[in-house]
Every structure is written in structure tokens, then in C-alpha cells.
């Protein structure tokens, strides 16, 4: 940095805040803060020819005549305050420009077509960017609505990150001006600016923007709270602003004795850093050891750290409050050694130390680097800043590979965390990698890059192998060990890894694996399930079939229901029967079922008598058969249902109906003859309203035979007050033990409930309900 750039600096340097005595107090003169708009741009930019701002400052104008803000301003002062901030951060002109205009096609007769016209698709395109970040409806207690309207932000920071520059401009002069809006739309506003785009700011590192944003939406969703703050502070800010007068002096005279040039001032910290400090670790505003920050600007990252030798030198460090961000940077770039000391008085006060550069940094955060410079032809070039923009890559192609918004939300929430902890661990390479706290190598293994998490098999920490739950610390060096006979990630890993990085690409892994090859699988499955039964598949696989069929297993398309019949996640039995009956609703045929109806009743009813009854009554056994009265029911021990399963009725001749599962081997392999017999049959809760009768369940685990495998199995029944009727085991040469177990259960609730722990225990290969 040259020395005109440090003065320039040297200038800047404040309480952290965009300072809003920038624009005059004349507020509603717009010409005194245009003229105080074109000074600031003249200071910064290369070029002098404001003539395109000119154009677009008397477009605003004309567009926006006759109307007026709530405080009854002219409207106006509105885009010319926001091109005032976006100067602050020393945006491009077209960046200016489009601030001008941010309002005009939403508020005026304009069209974005015309702007085009008038000043460039550049411009064009900022502008209507902005303009559809302002439509969007931010709603805090409807996470659906919440997720698209992020979804849709991104999109737009995608096309230009300066469209959510202007955006937080135009959020943060709307939030000064909040006074004049009703309470409802001050905390709903200011709900929405805590939530969103405080985060976002800081994110990109703009810290001006973030601190401001923060405190203003503070101010108005706990206003008590705020004032009460406020208050507190100030009635010690003559004595504080004396203490930090004096560690500034104290600092001064040592910095300049070790021969360093450094700009030095102090501040208190702001409202919502020390509120949020007071909440989060459940402290008095008295135990809050950094309220007062002196910082130290220097030239060099060595002076840095000489600076800190000398300040350590002067006065006592609290142990346990230093922190190199100069050496690990945080995730949005941020610089600074940071340390926390004992004042002359035995007051506490935090001191940070930086360069110019990382200053800047850390107040214009992405903005900082939007530089631009004249080129031979008097057009702007921006510089490229890719690595800058790693955090919004991820965002996005978070959204692009989800199609559910809640996870969406909170992946996205998770990741814009303010105050979440993080742990810092390196390759064997040396290279650092910010996780976030309890992460393990699972999530370091993503971090270095998907293919080699995809291919993890293992992991060493400091030379030594450890478990893949295992926390990684402070310091840690991590290498992670691959092969490429991996089968790839485990959805256990999805309940042990904390980075939503790492969420994601495994949730993406299980997502693309091998589906194509899986829908191809499942078609075949199907048709050939059909053509061995004679079932007339292309009948069945209409969209009114299909459809209530996805849903009846919660899948969102019928590639996805189809890849699952291919990779054994569904039965084709289970399948084809399900669309069967919805196409037998939709098609009833006239029943021919008189010799069945009389074997059910064991009358000789006529069966125009049988079809004008259609009563469905539950029998004793809680089961509902459609069209028949007074039936007998039994539960088929083949496949044995119990309440919860999907089931069918089979008309016997001479017992009753037997009950069976939908997916039953007997049902699925009927001749056509029989499959006459089948009729509708479901689950009924009591009258009483509860239902404590059991009912006969078997499942068959198949585990690798080990000491104790039997002891583990039996306990989880144990656990689960579960009454074992039977078991039978069986080894293979191959050291496969098969375990057949019958029960008595309430329901497929709790069937499931067992089967989950069972699968838990070391060894389970596979858990199957028994099919005769």
C-alpha cells in the first residue's frame, strides 16, 4: 500500500460503522447530498467523468417526483443515500449508477428495457436484480417460504455479487430511517435483517455494514433491552473514553520507541457483540472482558507480531483470550491477532493488531477487493477475485443438489452460524482447514475434497490411526487414508460428521450413485414381474396411478421409485399391487363373485343381494373387509400382518378371508383364476379408541457369527419389553449366521423399533420379515 493509500486509510479508521455523518444534516435537500456523493467518488475512483451518475441521478429524480418517503421526505433522498453508502465501500459507477436507479422499474413507469437503453445491460441487469431481491417476502415462521426467497438471493449474488451489495446498502439506509414505520413493520423488518442479511454481510466480510445492521435490528426487536444497554454503557463513557485515551498514549509512546509507524485509536465494542456476549456465556455486562478495543494499523504482517511482543511487554495478558486470525484466517477472510489484557486500573481491554490491508479487509470485506482500474481504453476491468467467492460457490451448489427447502434452511442457517465455534487442523502437507467444533476426519476428508471423503476407508491423527468418530482438536494434523476398492460413504456417516459440507456430498453421493443403472434395473424388475402374473403393465403405469403411488412411499418422481425397485429398496410385488388397487378403484368391474360371496357367508343369497350391500365392517380382529358383512377373518401365518402394514383380504373357501401383506409371496404368485378372490381389507382403530391386542410377527437377521451375537440380539428385546415366542439358528460355512425370530408385537411401529437396533448391533448384515 502506497503512502497516499495509507493517509487515504488513516482517514477511515472509526468506531467500525458506515458514519451517518457523512451526509449532512440537511436531509431533505437532495442537491447537498448528491454534491456530498460526487466529492466521495472523485476521492476513490480513477476517472473524473461522472457524467453517467449525472444521467441517472436526474432520471431518479424525475422518475421518483412527487413521492415521499414515511418521514415525508421527497423520495429521493432514498437511492442518492444508498449510492452514498455504496461509495463508502468504494463501489464501481455502475454499481452507483444501479444504486440510483434501484427503485425506479419497482416504483415507476420505467422498464428495465429502457434502462438498457440508457446506460448498458450492465446496469440493466444490477438493477433488475435488486428489484427482484425486493419483491421477495421474507416470512420468519414459514420455513418453506423463507428458504425459496434465500434461494432465489443467491441466485442473484450468483449473476453479480453486486446486486446484494446494493441490496445491503439499501437495507441499511432503510434501517435508519425505521423510525417512521409502524411496530409491526419495525421488528418484522428488523427480524428480517438479523436474520438474513447481517449474516450475509458478514459473510462477505463487510463488517461497516454487518456491525450497523446488527445494532439497528437490535434496537428494534428488544428495544428494552437495547436501551436498558445503552444506558448502562453511557453512564461510564466519560471515564471509559479517559482509560482508552490513556491506553492509546501508553501504546503510542511504546509502538513508536520500537521504531514501528502505526495508527492507533480506540473504541468501545457495539451494542449487539456485547448483548450477544452477555447471552451466549450467560454473563454480566461486568464480566465482559473485551468492551474496550484499542487497535494497532501497521504496514507489515512481521510488524504485527513485533507489535504484539511489545504491547505483551507493557501489560498483562489474560491467558486463554489470544487469537492469530492473521495465521488462520476466518471464513470470510478475516486478519488480526487479537489479545486480551489487564489494564493499569486492573481493567480488562482487547487490543487488536493488523495491517492496512487486512483492515480494509475486515471493514469493506468483499468490497475491498471489487477493484477497478482504467485500462488503455478508458473501460473498467474488474480484477478477479474467485477465491474470495468460495463461500457463495458452496451456497449455490447447495441449492442447485437439494430439492427439499427445510434441509436447504438448515444447511444454510448452520453455515451462517455468527457465533458458532470452529477447530482448526492440518494436512500433512501443512495446509489449514477451518471445521466447525466436534468435527471429525470424515469432515476433514470432504474439506480437502468430495473424491477423497467418497474413497475414506480410515484416518491418522498425528501419526496415529483413530476411530473416524473421533473429535479432532486445535492443532491436529489429519491425513486421511483412501482406496480406490472403497465402496464409497456410509449413511452412518451422516450422524457422526458436523460440517454441512460434508451433509451434503454424501447426501449427493447416495443421490447419483448408481441410479441410472438402478432405474434401468427397476423397469426390467417390474416388467418382468408382470409378464410372469399376466398383468398388463402399461395399464398400470399412468400418471393417476403413478402419482399415488410416490407419494404412498415418498418418492417425488417415478425414475426415483423405480431406481429403488432396482437397488432392492422396494419389492416389485409391493409395487405392481399397490398400483393395481388404485387402478381398481378408478376401474370398478361388475363382480362375478357369487360362489366366493356364498362360501364367505355360507348362504345362497343371490348375488344382486350381496352387491346392493356394501357395508365394510370391522371384525373382532380389528380388520375392515369392504362389501361383505358378519366375515370371518384370520391372519395368514405366511407372511404374518400386523396393524400398519398395507394388507389385502383372499376369499377362502369354507374359512373366511385370510388377511395377507400386500407384498406376499402367496398373493404376488396367484393364478388369474384366484386373483378374484382378493378384496379390499384395512387396519380399524377400536371404537374404544385403543388397542392393546399382539399379534405374530417373524423376522430373519443374517449377521457375521461372533461370541455374544445371540446374547446382544435377545437383550434388545429384553429392552424392549418384547415377548420372544420362538428362535432358530443356523451357521453357514462361511461364518453366516441366519436368525429366525418370532414375536408377539402391537404394530409395524414397533417392529420397526426393533429392527433399528438390531441393525445397530456390530455384525448385522441384513433384516428381513419372514415370507413363507
Not at 337 to 361: A, K, V
Request: aromatic letters at 8%.
Amino acid at each position: 500500500m502506497d503512502k497516499t493509500d495509507k493517509k487515504s486509510m488513516e482517514l477511515k479508521i472509526d468506531n467500525g460503522e458506515l458514519k451517518t455523518s457523512m451526509i449532512p444534516e440537511d436531509f431533505t435537500d437532495p442537491q447537498i447530498l448528491y454534491d456530498k456523493l460526487i466529492a466521495m467518488i472523485k476521492r476513490y475512483h480513477p476517472s473524473g467523468d461522472i457524467s453517467q451518475i449525472e444521467k441517472a441521478y436526474k432520471i431518479a429524480y424525475k422518475a421518483h417526483d412527487g413521492q415521499l418517503r414515511k418521514s415525508g421526505e421527497p423520495y429521493i433522498i432514498h437511492p442518492v443515500c444508498v449510492c452514498i453508502i455504496l461509495a463508502e465501500l468504494e463501489l464501481d459507477k455502475e454499481t452507483i449508477v444501479a444504486g440510483m436507479l434501484h427503485d425506479v422499474v419497482e416504483d415507476t413507469v420505467m422498464t428495465s428495457e429502457e434502462i438498457a437503453a440508457e446506460f448498458g445491460d450492465e446496469v440493466a441487469l444490477l438493477v433488475d436484480g435488486v428489484t427482484k431481491l425486493t419483491q421477495l417476502n421474507y416470512v420468519a415462521d414459514k420455513v418453506e417460504v423463507q428458504a425459496e426467497n434465500l434461494r432465489k438471493m443467491f441466485l442473484a449474488m450468483a449473476k453479480d455479487i453486486r446486486v446484494i451489495l446494493i441490496k445491503l446498502a439499501d437495507r441499511l439506509h432503510n434501517q435508519r430511517t425505521m423510525q417512521y414505520q409502524t411496530p409491526e413493520k419495525q421488528k418484522e423488518k428488523s427480524r428480517e435483517t438479523l436474520d438474513i442479511y447481517a449474516p450475509i454481510a458478514d459473510r462477505l466480510g463487510i463488517s461497516k455494514v454487518k456491525v450497523e445492521l446488527d445494532d439497528l435490528a437490535f434496537k428494534y426487536l428488544e428495544p428494552d433491552v437495547y436501551n436498558d444497554l445503552v444506558e448502562r454503557i453511557d453512564k461510564g463513557r466519560g471515564r471509559r473514553e479517559e482509560f482508552i485515551k490513556q491506553i492509546v498514549s501508553e501504546v503510542d509512546k511504546h509502538i513508536k520507541e520500537a521504531g514501528i509507524e502505526a495508527t492507533i485509536d480506540g473504541r468501545a465494542k457495539h451494542y449487539f457483540s456485547i448483548y450477544k456476549k452477555m447471552i451466549t456465556q450467560n454473563k454480566k455486562l461486568e464480566q465482559i472482558y473485551d468492551l474496550f478495543a484499542v487497535r494497532i494499523i501497521v504496514d507489515t504482517e512481521r510488524e504485527c507480531y513485533t507489535a504484539l511482543g511489545v504491547i505483551h511487554e507493557i501489560y498483562k495478558p489474560i491467558p486463554g483470550h489470544f487469537k492469530d486470525y492473521i495465521a488462520m484466517p476466518k471464513p470470510n477472510n478475516y486478519q488480526s491477532l487479537h489479545t486480551t489484557l489487564i489494564g493499569p486500573q486492573g481493567q480488562p481491554f482487547e487490543i487488536q493488531i493488523r495491517t492496512y490491508e487486512m483492515h480494509r479487509t475486515a471493514e469493506y470485506g468483499i468490497a475491498a477487493h471489487w477493484k477497478y482500474k482504467e485500462n488503455q481504453y478508458g473501460h473498467n476491468t474488474a480484477d478477479s477475485e474467485e477465491e474470495k467467492l468460495a463461500w457463495l460457490r458452496r451456497i449455490l451448489e447447495w441449492q442447485r443438489d437439494m430439492s427439499d427447502n427445510k434441509e436447504f434452511l438448515s444447511l444454510l442457517k448452520s453455515d451462517l452460524d455468527l457465533f458458532s465455534d470452529h477447530v482448526y487442523c492440518f494436512t500433512k502437507d501443512g495446509d489449514v482447514k477451518n471445521l466447525p467444533a466436534d468435527s471429525t476426519p470424515i469432515d476433514f476428508a470432504y474439506a480437502v475434497h468430495s473424491a477423497v471423503g467418497n474413497k475414506m476407508v480410515g484416518a491418522r491423527v498425528n501419526g496415529n490411526l483413530v476411530p473416524i468418530e473421533y473429535k479432532l482438536q486445535n492443532g491436529d494434523r489429519v491425513e486421511i487414508i483412501t482406496s480406490q476398492n472403497s465402496r464409497g460413504p456410509s449413511r452412518d456417516w451422516l450422524s457422526i460428521v458436523k460440517s454441512t459440507q460434508a451433509k451434503n456430498k454424501i447426501n449427493q453421493w447416495f443421490r447419483s450413485q448408481y441410479k441410472e443403472e438402478n432405474i434401468i434395473k427397476g423397469k426390467e424388475l417390474l416388467a418382468n414381474y408382470c409378464k410372469a402374473q399376466g398383468i398388463n403393465l402399461y395399464e398400470l403405469i399412468k400418471p393417476e396411478y403413478t402419482d399415488t403411488c410416490k407419494k404412498k412411499y415418498g418418492f417425488k418422481d417415478w425414475d426415483s421409485v423405480l431406481a429403488a425397485v432396482g437397488h432392492g429398496g422396494l419389492k416389485e410385488g409391493q409395487v405392481i399391487n399397490k398400483l393395481q388397487s388404485d387402478y381398481r378403484k378408478k376401474n370398478p368391474t361388475s363382480p362375478t363373485d357369487k360362489d366366493i360371496l356364498e362360501a364367505v357367508n355360507g348362504s345362497t343369497a343371490t348375488a344382486g343381494a350381496q352387491q346392493n350391500k356394501a357395508a365394510s365392517v370391522r371384525s373382532k380382529n380389528g380388520i375392515v373387509v369392504a362389501g361383505i358383512d358378519d366375515v370371518s377373518v384370520r391372519f395368514s401365518k405366511c407372511c404374518n400382518p400386523v396393524p400398519g402394514d398395507e394388507i389385502i383380504g383372499f376369499v377362502t373357501r369354507g374359512r373366511g378371508v385370510s388377511i395377507h401383506r400386500t407384498d406376499c409371496i402367496n398373493m404376488m404368485n396367484l393364478s388369474e383364476a384366484d386373483r378374484h378372490r382378493i378384496i379390499e381389507a384395512e387396519w380399524q382403530v377400536s371404537p374404544e379408541g385403543k388397542d392393546n391386542e399382539l399379534y405374530d410377527a417373524e423376522i430373519i437377521i443374517y449377521a457375521n457369527d461372533r461370541m455374544g451375537l445371540l446374547l446382544e440380539i435377545t437383550k434388545v428385546f429384553t429392552e424392549l419389553k418384547i415377548d420372544v415366542k420362538s428362535m432358530n439358528i443356523r451357521t453357514s460355512k462361511q461364518g453366516i449366521a441366519t436368525i429366525n425370530v418370532g414375536f408377539a408385537i402391537c404394530g409395524v411401529e414397533a417392529l420397526h423399533e426393533v429392527t433399528k437396533k438390531i441393525r445397530q448391533i456390530e455384525g448385522i448384515k441384513d433384516i428381513q420379515r419372514t415370507q413363507a
